[in-house]
Structures are given as structure tokens and as C-alpha cells.
């Protein structure tokens, strides 16, 4: 089998439904010939390896092990998922504090065992807050870190194909930016639907705008109804859009959603969130967003939501003052 790279990718996480399932994605997209799995959960872990050792793949050295230095040296791409999972209930926000403490020993591991890694995509929430964690401690580039942004958008287009009664495929540009929780901003004036801008739909007939507010609604609150729906957080749209992030930065496809990226622009300042962006083997690189006024009014709130949340995470002392940042990271101007 053709793989993109035969680079070292290691799973984070790799005994939970989202690792694992990360790494079979993974395999069965050709990204690479050699996958270590790594979870603390040792058993669950080795159930994990076996279930990929009996789907018979060819060309992959898959490894597995329980211990982070094993795991992260050599690594050139990373992608985690090993945080808490959000239960019923629950918002990512209050996963805050254990995965926050997660996310600052993930980065000074990668910092101690593979300060060469070339790309990190972090999805385990609040994915924006422990991105920007992992982006602190390890020392890497902006550019080498992101985060998963795309389920908010890709909820959006299926939203409205239901709506509409339509094939995905012709639901175009979906996006939404910010935060990745009930905060995030969510934008009209980009889409299209059967080629015909869904703003101008919207306040018709075919999109009344009480429609479109439950639209909203239902895309800020899809994760918490796959987890009304199925007793569980999502696993499996994140482990494939994830993967194609970091495939993305291996020199594969385009992706085509926004990412979680370090923003820090005059406007939006030493924050990790939601962005229009280009993923490539040269790292992540940031796109302009422009939206309406009410757009841009529901960014720049969505935007002091998670100012408060990196302030919580300072407040607890994971992260030093922004006046610090550049001492810990000299790559953070």
C-alpha cells in the first residue's frame, strides 16, 4: 500500500472509541507505514492493537505502548484525543481543569521527547483552551498546532441539507468560527445551497428565520445530541476529521474545513480558535474571515468566551500570564 509518508504518527488516547478509531481511519487513508498507539489504560490499549492486527492490513508497522516516551520519540505528526470524555450533561467546558493539567504534561512530553515533531492536532476539549496548552508548553511553532474546529461546520451542512431536503454535496461552505462550544459564532453570509446563497434564503419562505435559529441552535448543541442519541460523545466524526487534518499536513488533500488555530492579530489576541485556514507540510497558515456585522458581533463574543476560559486556566495557575507567554514559548510573541 502507497502511504503518504513513512513517518512516525503516534495515536494519543488510542484505547478510547476516538483513538482507536482515529487509527484505523488512518490506515485505511494510507497516511503513513508506521502508527504507534499510546493510551495509560494498558489493556484496553492491547484489545485495541489485536482489533487492528485481525483486520489484516498490509504495508503498516502498527506498535503499541503504555509509556509516553516509547510513544512520542520520533514521532513526526501526533494527533490527541486522550483527554476526558464529555458525559451527559456535561458541557466541554466543564472538562476544563483535568484536561487542562492533561494538556500542559502532553506539552512538556512532547517538549522532552519530541521537540522535531513537524504537525500536532489536538481534539480532546475544551479543544481551543488544551490547544493552547499543548501549543505553550511544547515549544513549538504556532504553525505546528491545531485543533478540531470542522464538527461545528460540517453539523452546519448537514443541518441544512435536512432542512432543505438536499445532498450534502450541494451545501457549499459551511462554516463557523470562534469557539468550539455554544459560544461559537456561526455564519450565514458564506454558504450556499444548490449554488443559491443561503443569506438570501434566509427570512423566505424556505428558510423563515425562526428556522434558522433552530438551525443555530441544533449545530451549537450536536454534541451534546449525539450523546442524547447514541449514550455517548461523538467518536466517530472526529476521529475522520481529524485525520484528515493532520493528512492534510502530511502533504495530502486540502482540508476543507476551518481549524483550530493560534490567533493572534491585533483584533483577536493570544488565543486558540476557530479559523479559516490552509493546512499543508508547511504547517498551518491563517485566512482572512469577514462576515457581516452581526457575524462579526457574534465572533468577537464568541472570542471574550474564551478569553474567559484562558484567564479560568491562568487563574489556576496551568498557564503563567500572558506577559509570560514568550519566556515559556519563545515562538509566542
Known sequence: MKTLTDEKLTIVGAAGMI???????????????????????APGLEGVAEELFHCGFEGVNITFTSD????????KYIVNSGGAARKA????????????????EFGKNVKAYCPDVKHIVVIFNPADITGLITLLY???????????????????????AKHFG????????????????????????TAKVEGKPLADMIGTDALTKDQ???????????GANIIALRGRSSFQSPSYVSIEMIAAAMGGKPFRWPAGAYVSNGKFDHIMMAWETSITKDGVALKEVKGTPEEEAALEKSYEHLCALRDEVIAMGVLPPISEWHALNPNIK
Open 68 to 75: 509516553i516516551k516509547e510513544a512520542l520519540t520520533g514521532a
Open 89 to 104: 450533561g456535561m458541557t466541554r467546558e466543564d472538562l476544563l481543569k483535568g484536561n487542562a493539567a492533561i494538556a500542559e
Open 212 to 222: 434558522w435559529a433552530e438551525i443555530q441552535t441544533k449545530v451549537t448543541k450536536g
Open 138 to 160: 511544547s515549544g513549538l511553532k504556532p504553525s505546528q498546532v491545531t485543533t478540531l474546529a470542522a464538527l461545528d461546520s460540517t453539523r452546519l451542512r448537514s443541518e441544512l
Open 19 to 41: 483513538g482507536s478509531n482515529m487509527a484505523q481511519t488512518a490506515i485505511m487513508m494510507g497516511l503513513t507505514s508506521n502508527i504507534c498507539l499510546y493510551d495509560p489504560y
Open 166 to 189: 438536499v445532498s450534502m454535496d450541494v451545501v457549499e461552505n459551511c462554516r463557523t468560527y470562534g469557539g468550539h462550544g455554544e459560544q461559537m459564532a456561526v455564519y450565514a453570509s
